[in-house]
């Protein structure tokens, strides 16, 4: 059995995770910010840096204690998220893992944050065991930062077949959020406000959702553009957008429209490239409107669908514990003992 502690500080939560054979999750601490950034509407990153410093020692600690391991050096290998995310904030962690890495003397596995993502599919928890190893699977990472596309042949295997033009739809959440002053973070706020809506005061565009030129990009620069010409429209005939009732109004009909363009433009790729599996992964994934959405899609299709558990679907270091043991299978742990990891702000998937 391979026991791999690890780290995660690539945007606002210090966690730390020890996860056994890829898939099974000892411990997953996490130490979240949300609170300190809620007043400036978004994460600001020195202070996401900082409160990393002073967070980072206590949540590994906690992570080893939880999952029984008394000594670092019992463990078989130290994964840390080396990108993309906030450089400062992932320096933290990087430099943590190395100082690990290097007084115990055991592997240090760099691991993408997107591949993080991906791997919360694998992991398992209670009522919500891991994805199966049926391929080919088609994979939505829908976050604050991405919203992308992939089709996986194998583990480790990606091809990008879509991904966003502009926003993210998190990022999309969170900004029709701020100007509707339903709160932060964006996608709980308006799923709270949404929650028994009906969606017939208003109608909003589904962007690029019969777009055959971008038949799996997404955009949703023009939804949230789409969401600030309605405020004004209304303001002018005397009507208060932010008023709870039309905010919740508004904020419904823009849930489901990111939703159905999600869904239906995962469904198209699905199809297209005959997924055995389909694994929706990411922030955006705890959303109740898309898991809701997807599970009768799927369910349709006769498609197989996984989507993490809620603890897995914001930023979490078992994911990135799991994502390591299936990135180090091929060459072997032998492979990572190199101490010369460094942060990438950009790091793609593919």
């Known amino acids: ?9 690539s945007c606002d939560e210090t966690a730390a995770a020890v996860v056994v054979d890829g898939r099974r999750v000892l411990s997953n601490r996490v130490a979240s910010q949300i609170e300190m950034h809620r007043r400036f509407g978004g994460v600001f990153p020195e202070v996401a840096s900082r409160q990393h410093v002073l967070a980072i020692q206590t949540v590994i600690r906690e992570a080893l204690d939880e999952a029984g391991v008394a000594r670092v050096a019992d463990l078989d290998a130290i994964a840390v998220t080396h990108g993309p995310g906030l450089a400062g904030s992932l320096l933290v962690g990087v430099n943590a893992a190395k100082g690990l890495a290097f007084a115990s003397g055991l592997p240090l596995i760099p691991v993408n944050h997107l591949e993080g993502h991906v791997y919360s599919n694998w992991a398992d928890m209670p009522n919500n065991p891991g994805a199966t190893d049926e391929f080919p699977v088609l994979v939505l990472i829908v976050s604050g930062g991405h919203t992308e596309l992939v089709l996986m042949s194998g583990h480790g295997e990606y091809r990008l077949l879509g991904r966003t033009l502009d926003d993210a739809a998190g990022e999309a959440f969170d900004k029709v959020a701020r100007l509707l002053e339903l709160g932060y973070p964006g996608g709980p706020a308006i799923q709270k406000a949404a929650e028994g809506v009906a969606l017939d005061r208003f109608s909003l565009p589904r962007p690029l959702l019969h777009n055959n030129d971008h038949r799996f990009n997404f955009s949703y620069s023009g939804l949230k553009t789409a969401v600030l010409n309605l405020t004004r429209q209304l303001e002018r005939e005397g009507i208060d957008p932010k ?15 990111a939703v159905e363009v999600l869904v239906e433009k995962t469904a198209d790729a699905a199809q297209e490239y005959g997924a055995r599996q389909v694994c929706i992964c990411g922030g955006v ?16 299709l006769g498609i197989p669908l996984h989507i993490p558990a809620f603890a897995l679907c914001t930023d979490n270091a078992a994911m990135i514990g799991a994502a390591a043991y299936f990135r180090q299978q091929p060459s072997g742990l032998s492979a990572y003992h190199n101490l010369g990891v460094d942060v990438h702000a950009s790091l793609p998937l593919t």
């Open 1 to 9: 059995m391979t026991h791999i502690l690890a780290i995660e500080t």
């Open 285 to 300: 994934s705890a959303n109740r409107a898309l898991r809701v959405s997807a599970q009768e899609r799927f369910a349709g």
């Open 243 to 257: 008023a709870p009732e039309t905010a919740a109004a508004i904020g419904a009909e823009f849930q489901a429209a």
